[in-house]
């Protein structure tokens, strides 16, 4: 099932996204491990929060960042975050 | 002279493991834990732990390990645990799953517990209770089950050594049967317990080449269902694995009593301050204590390390195994290819190899008489 619109996503369970504030960036954590996100994939993971569509997420970072289009990257980055097994989707 | 030199900050602690009890009602062989546990009486109060877990949370570590011995023998685990995930730790329990229930499992699901490892001794019954001293096999599969039920990842541990290296492919039928997210097929570490016993442990070149291709053969037969984690056990590669991610860089282990190390092992090292937790705050004992400052950087070493362009790669390898092996700590470790001694631990692994056949050397379990007797200067093998 391909990450589309209207895909809702969430942090997949054992995986636990937060703000860490000795590092100073978002990271995600799950069994023995940690990694550190950078400033974008932050942004947007922190707002797939299980009730947001991907169409929500790209709408609600336009209005943050009104200069850029991050359509792509959020979708590169949901795609590379599934292959790694730290976001679940279904679709609306 | 050191390359992390004055000027730079100590790294942070990511790692807490907190070695809750050296009580553990099994009795591994291979445990990694020191022979002279029943010298650790005085535990760590509840509170007294609470204040280790808010003290190097906020010196930025954020995995917490609350192992032991066996954690579940602590009743105040599910207190230590909801408050560990209060202050953020992403909270793994270590455990031989004895002392588990299903009425545990919900009360540490609500304390906000993030995830269990639960040990096996091997796939078959007859062997694991042999090795583990009691009979918990049938009780680990229910246990692993009921980690499943209530939404947990699951990370099954298996211990290798001589007498389940081969059982690789049944072991790993038996977690795929129990629906594990991980496995871990760990290479017994020889410290403590499992060195003691290393004569009748160390597998075969034989049987650790056999075991790690049908590990492989997993790996990609499970690709996306189950991550295999499979180590060659260090005595038989050329480099030695980067201990602890160097000294002082990651982990910060305490002891049940408080003692704070940079490693499991590392309170058989000599000429260590051991810094406690009673006396210290983790700041003083993480960023200025002489020990956790040992053997930190590049400036203890000695040749070959000293000059060696991979030094950055693996620190120069285990500071216990080198001392266990040549007797001074500040060389390299002799799994190493350029160590001097890395002939005499060949020899060394011939000779084992030679003597597995026979098998003559009794496997001394890991309990409190035991230790107590090793205590008293009494020989059991
Ligand atoms: S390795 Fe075995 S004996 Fe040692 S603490 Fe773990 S379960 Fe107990
Ligand atoms: S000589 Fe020392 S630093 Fe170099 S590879 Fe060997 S153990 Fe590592």
């Not at chain 1, 993971?45 to 991050?70: E, H, M």
């Not at chain 2, 790993?172 to 991980?182: I, K, R, S």
């Amino acid at each position: 099932m391909q990450i589309a619109g209207n895909s809702i996503i969430k942090i997949a369970p054992g995986f636990r996204l937060q703000w860490e504030e000795a590092q100073n960036c978002h990271v995600i954590l799950y069994p023995e491990g940690m990694v550190k996100l950078n400033a974008a994939a932050g942004e947007i993971l922190k707002r797939c929060d299980g009730t947001k569509t991907v169409d929500d997420v790209i709408a609600d970072l336009t209005k943050v960042f009104p200069d850029v289009d991050l359509t792509n990257d959020v979708y590169q980055l949901l795609e590379a975050a599934h292959d790694n097994g730290w976001i679940k989707h279904r679709t609306t | 002279m050191t390359m992390a030199g004055s000027n730079t900050e100590p790294p942070k602690p990511l790692w807490l493991l907190a070695e809750l009890t050296y009580s553990c009602p099994l009795q591994c062989p291979y445990c990694s834990n020191p022979v002279d546990i029943a010298k650790y009486k005085q535990e760590l109060t509840t509170d007294e732990w609470i204040r280790v877990f808010r003290e190097a949370r906020a010196m930025g570590a954020a995995q917490l390990g609350l192992s032991g011995g066996e954690p579940l023998v602590r009743q105040d685990l599910e207190i230590l645990i909801a408050e560990a995930r209060k202050l953020g730790f992403y909270t793994n329990l270590i455990t031989s799953g004895v002392g588990m229930d299903e009425d545990r499992i919900k009360a540490f699901k609500k304390a906000g517990l993030d995830h269990i490892q639960v040990s096996f001794q091997a796939s078959d019954e007859e062997l694991n209770n042999f090795i583990a001293g009691t009979d918990a096999f049938e009780h680990k599969l229910e246990m692993a089950r009921l980690v499943k039920k209530y939404d947990y990842p699951m990370v099954l541990c298996f211990v290798l050594h001589r007498q389940n290296q081969e059982q690789v492919a049944q072991i790993l039928d038996l977690a795929a049967a129990l629906e594990a997210d991980y496995v871990e097929l760990a290479a017994t570490q020889y410290y403590g317990w499992a060195m003691l016993n290393r004569d009748a442990l160390m597998p075969t070149r034989e049987q650790v080449k056999k075991a790690e291709a049908v590990a492989h053969e997993y790996q990609k037969k499970m690709q996306g269902k189950m991550k295999i984690y499979y180590v060659v056990p260090d005595y038989y590669e050329n480099r030695p694995k980067a201990c602890m991610n160097g000294w002082g860089s990651v982990f910060l282990t305490i002891s049940p009593d408080g003692t704070a190390v940079p490693c499991h092992a590392a309170s058989t090292l000599p000429g260590l301050t051991f810094p406690n937790v009673k006396d210290h705050s983790i700041e003083y004992i993480w960023n200025d204590s002489e020990d956790f400052n040992k053997f930190r950087g590049y400036g203890w070493m000695k040749e070959p390390c000293k000059t060696c362009p991979e030094r950055e790669k693996d620190f120069g390898g285990c500071r216990c195994q080198a001392y266990m092996l040549t007797g001074d700590a500040r060389n390299a470790d002799p799994v190493c290819s350029k160590s001097p001694h890395h002939g005499e631990l060949l020899d060394k692994l011939t000779q084992l190899e030679a003597a597995a056949e026979k098998n003559e050397k009794p496997l001394v379990f890991r309990n409190m008489p035991n230790s107590r007797k090793l205590l008293k200067g009494v020989s059991l093998n």
